[in-house]
């Protein structure tokens, strides 16, 4: 909420990026009850009116998600988790721009 209003005391668009741990992308759970924080995340978000993306469902789409974190850490990404992050996020601001 206090970002939202300092960024349009700034007139800055805001975005909010959601990423998931590493559980929440293995087989047969993604799209499952494990999924709560992004959905908690997202109707906060809708509520203040914050425009996010949300990429679990990218993350699960991904060949191997494990390879996306660093090994033995399931919250920090590796560089495929970096690179697929960035991807997303130029392909998301891309469309965004063309609104």
Not at 31 to 40: A, H, I, L
Not at 53 to 60: G, P
């Amino acid at each position: 909420e206090e970002l939202k209003k300092l960024t349009n005391n700034i007139n800055l668009d805001l975005n909010i990026v959601i990423l998931p741990y590493e559980f929440q992308t293995r087989k047969n759970i993604c799209g499952t009850k494990f999924n709560e924080p992004q959905k908690t995340l997202s109707k906060t978000l809708n509520n203040l009116d914050i425009k996010y993306f949300d990429y679990l469902k990218r993350f699960c789409e991904y060949k191997d998600p494990k390879k996306l974190y660093l090994k033995y850490d399931p919250v920090h990404l590796s560089l495929y988790g970096h690179e697929l992050v960035y991807k997303s996020i130029e392909k998301d601001l891309d469309h965004l721009l063309k609104e």
